[in-house]
């Protein structure tokens, strides 16, 4: 008898049919003789309504509200989910973040996986029921409630895959694998058969949302090798697991896309120890997420950096940054862009290959796509463009390495 961790999100619970539909999955699950634990994310489109209904209530929602309110959408998905398997003669049972013992710790609404009790559902699993476990929650070591980040169902079925020592995890979603690019952006993108975790890791925080990138660093660290596939259908999905010597014969595996990116560049300020530790220090205290970080000496002697961030961020940045400025120099200037956008390319092939970003380069050039700025890790390629030319530079570089194409080994 096998035991199973499946999660299922928005999207793949986002209607009563589509509700139904997971529960005759499981059910054959349970028929075949498998113990199942089923994690499930908000009907689609509820996380988003509640924050705005917040929003309209209170411009700045106060976030421990927020965390009551948002766990809300998950607690419904159980409880129907479980229903609709008890009236399909199934013996199944939800269990809330805290019925599932999931300790967490740090900030409302971005809490962390600090630890899992798994107590309560390893009675239920002795009793052999199937468990519906809410995605996205836990309760600190005090009794708040903590959400885990857009995406946190993921974190939540990888944790609990690796608490439970499950025997298989799958992560359903509405596409069925992880592709070489978004196939809503890049429509001849092709299905991997399998991904490093590293590479996963890469495309996840890199826009990739089909998995949230930190449920996949969550799975490096415990060794939790997961499938990415439909709940819509059974086709095979994607393997996300430990790099073997065979991966590094791709060079790129996938290309990404994030939008909404904004740059902030600040200029003239003294070339002098410290100075960068307050602009960043500034930028940390206000919970800024900064991304990519170029800095540079002008020929006059004078510091110059940019640094990209989220464009709902671009005014606390500013706001933060000015006193900080000012206490640097009086000729400080600050100077901000938005409507930007980021692309990546990914792919631990990089180590061994050279000659990447200069193709990549050519290739945007020759379609007339202006690169801002440019940031690499030893896997990883990433350039900002306009916000308009997105989709056509993800097309472009997808198609000059010829992503569609299954590699020869
Ligand atoms: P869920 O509601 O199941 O958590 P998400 O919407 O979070 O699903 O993630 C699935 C979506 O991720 C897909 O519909 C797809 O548009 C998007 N996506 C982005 N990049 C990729 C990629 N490289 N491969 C597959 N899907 C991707
Ligand atoms: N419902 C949450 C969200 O929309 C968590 C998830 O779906 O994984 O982000
Ligand atoms: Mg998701």
Do not use: W
Request: with cysteine.
């Amino acid at each position: 008898m096998a035991l199973i961790v499946q999660k299922y999100g928005g999207s793949s619970v986002g209607s009563l049919d589509r509700i139904r539909n997971v529960a005759s999955r499981i059910k054959k699950l349970r028929d075949e003789g498998n113990q199942v634990v089923a994690v499930v994310s908000a009907m689609g489109g509820v996380t988003d309504k509640l924050i705005g209904m917040a929003t309209q209530l209170n411009e700045n929602p106060p976030e421990r509200e927020l965390d009551v309110l948002l766990s809300s959408g998950e607690q419904q998905s159980i409880a129907l989910l479980a229903t609709a398997l008890q009236g399909m003669g199934v013996d199944a049972v939800s269990a809330t973040g805290r019925q599932a013992g999931i300790v967490t710790s740090g900030s409302h609404t971005r809490g962390r996986i600090e630890d899992i009790n798994p107590s309560l559902l390893q009675a239920y699993l002795d009793e052999q029921k199937v468990i519906i476990v809410a995605g996205f929650q836990g309760v600190t070591q005090t009794g708040l409630i903590h959400t885990l980040g857009r995406g946190g169902s993921d974190l939540t079925a990888i944790a609990v895959a690796a608490a439970l020592k499950a025997d298989l995890c799958q992560i359903l979603t509405d596409v069925d694998g992880v592709y070489t690019c978004d196939p809503r952006v890049v429509k001849n993108a092709r299905k991997l058969p399998e991904i490093s975790y590293d590479e996963m890791l890469e495309m996840a925080s890199s826009g990739s949302k089909v998995m949230q990138s930190r449920s996949v660093e969550f799975a490096k660290k415990y060794g939790v090798v997961f499938e990415v596939c439909s709940s819509l259908n059974n086709n095979p999905g994607t393997l996300v697991t430990e790099e073997h010597p065979a991966m590094e014969a791709v060079v790129i595996r996938g290309v990404s896309i994030e939008r909404s990116q904004a740059r902030v560049t600040i200029t003239d300020i003294p070339d002098r120890p410290g100075n960068s530790a307050k602009i960043l220090g500034a930028l940390a205290d206000a919970e800024i997420n900064v991304d990519m970080i170029v800095s540079n000496i002008a020929s006059d002697g004078m510091a110059r950096h940019s640094f990209t961030m989220h464009t709902n961020d671009l005014g606390r940045a500013q706001a933060a940054l000015q006193p900080v400025l000012n206490s640097l120099s009086a000729d400080a200037q600050l100077e901000t862009e938005a409507g930007l956008a980021k692309l990546s390319t990914v792919g631990i092939g990089m180590r061994s290959h050279s000659g990447v970003a200069a193709k990549m380069f050519q290739a945007l050039g020759d379609a007339g796509i202006n690169i801002g700025m440019i940031s690499t890790s030893e896997i990883k390629i990433a350039v900002t463009v306009d916000e308009t030319a997105i989709e056509d530079a993800a097309r472009v570089v997808h198609e000059v390495f010829e992503l569609d194409k299954k590699p020869v080994a």
